[in-house]
């Protein structure tokens, strides 16, 4: 991403069809504002691929929970940073997958939350490579990062449930 130009953002969300559908309809777009949530879908229904020209995530989370099927996240394979400075919550939330085998985003080398030693936090159900996991501790600033095991989620309120509003909206943000 070339910094000092202005680049084109959309409106973050939770991924289903319609949020795909209007983010293929912004192919300018590379910075979402807002969290992206990509929960309880399945890999053979649902098109993550769409989602691979996006580069950051600024005042928001990445959250990836309970799917079923993705491997790895390497749909994401260009996102470099993600930013949530004012949320006490982790800024990535990888949690509850079936079949994942490694996290796979590869270009991420920033990502900051209010709280530096609870930035990311990832459960697993099967061992992640050493790799991967030496890698996205450099990422965290050293902290262990990753959990065996599942993570208990409560009941996850769902903004815009009817998405009738959840339209990616175009906006534009000036990076330094």
Do not use: W
């Not at 995530?57 to 260009?78: A, C, D, H, K, W």
């Not at 940073?81 to 982790?90: A, K, N």
């Amino acid at each position: 991403m070339l910094v000092g130009f202005v680049v084109k953002t959309c409106e973050g969300g939770i991924v289903d069809k319609r949020f795909l559908e209007k983010f293929q309809e912004e192919p300018e777009c590379r910075v979402i504002v807002g969290d992206l949530v990509i929960k309880g879908l399945n890999a053979n229904t649902t098109e993550l691929e769409k989602l691979r020209r996006i580069e950051r995530i600024e005042q928001g989370s990445l959250v990836f929970q309970q799917n079923i099927g993705y491997e790895s996240m390497l749909f994401l394979r260009n996102l470099e940073v993600i930013s949530h400075p004012d949320s006490p919550e982790p800024a990535l939330q990888i949690a509850n997958n079936y079949g994942m085998k490694f996290i796979g985003l590869p270009s991420l080398k920033t990502v900051k939350a209010a709280d530096e030693d609870k930035a990311i936090e990832i459960y697993t159900y099967e061992e992640m490579p050493k790799s991967e996991k030496r890698r996205l501790r450099a990422v965290a600033n050293k902290r262990e990062v990753f959990t065996l095991g599942e993570k208990n989620i409560g009941q996850i309120r769902r903004a815009r449930e009817e998405y009738s509003d959840n339209a990616v909206l175009g906006r534009f943000i000036f990076l330094e």
